[in-house]
C-alpha cells in the first residue's frame, strides 16, 4: 500500500516537472529567451527586467497603468510571437529594444528604459494588430 503511494507520488511530481518545463510561457519576453531562444528562464536579461520592474515600475504610480496592459496583453503577444513565420526577425527587432533597455537600466536612465520598452511592445502590437485593450477571455 505504502509504495504504491509513493509510486503515485513521484509519478505526480514528474508530471508536475514535466508540465511545467514544457508548458509555453504567455509572458512574451519568457517566450522569446526560454522558448525561442533556449535560455534558463533565470537569465541575465530576464532577471535583469524582472527586477527592473519590481524595483522600479512597481514603485512608481504612473506605470501601474503599464504593468496592467502588460497583462492583458501579455498572452496575446507571447502567442503571436510563437506562431510567426518571420519570428527570428521578430526576435532580432525584440532583441535590439531589450538590450537598449537594459543599458538604460544599468545607466540608471530608468525613464530611458521604460520609453525603450512602450516603444517595443508599441512595434509588437502594431504588428500583429492588438488594440490597446485586450480582454481576458477567462
Known amino acids: 500500500f505504502l509504495q504504491r503511494k509513493v509510486e503515485k507520488y513521484q509519478q505526480n511530481l514528474k508530471k508536475e516537472y514535466f508540465d511545467r518545463r514544457y508548458s509555453y510561457s504567455t509572458c512574451y519576453l519568457t517566450t522569446m529567451y526560454c522558448d525561442i531562444l533556449g535560455k534558463p528562464d533565470n537569465c541575465f536579461e530576464l532577471e535583469t527586467l524582472r527586477g527592473y520592474r519590481d524595483w522600479y515600475m512597481k514603485g512608481d504610480p504612473k506605470c501601474i497603468p503599464l504593468l496592467r496592459e502588460y497583462d492583458e496583453v501579455g498572452p496575446v503577444l507571447s502567442e503571436n510571437i ?11 527587432s525584440m532583441s535590439e529594444y531589450i538590450n ?19 516603444k517595443m511592445v508599441n512595434m509588437l502590437k502594431e504588428r500583429y494588430g492588438v488594440k490597446e485593450k485586450v480582454k481576458r477571455l477567462v
Open 100 to 118: 537598449a533597455a537594459i543599458d538604460e537600466i544599468f545607466n540608471e536612465e530608468y525613464e530611458g528604459a521604460k520609453e525603450t520598452y512602450i
Open 82 to 92: 510563437r506562431i510567426d513565420s518571420n519570428r527570428d526577425t521578430v526576435v532580432n
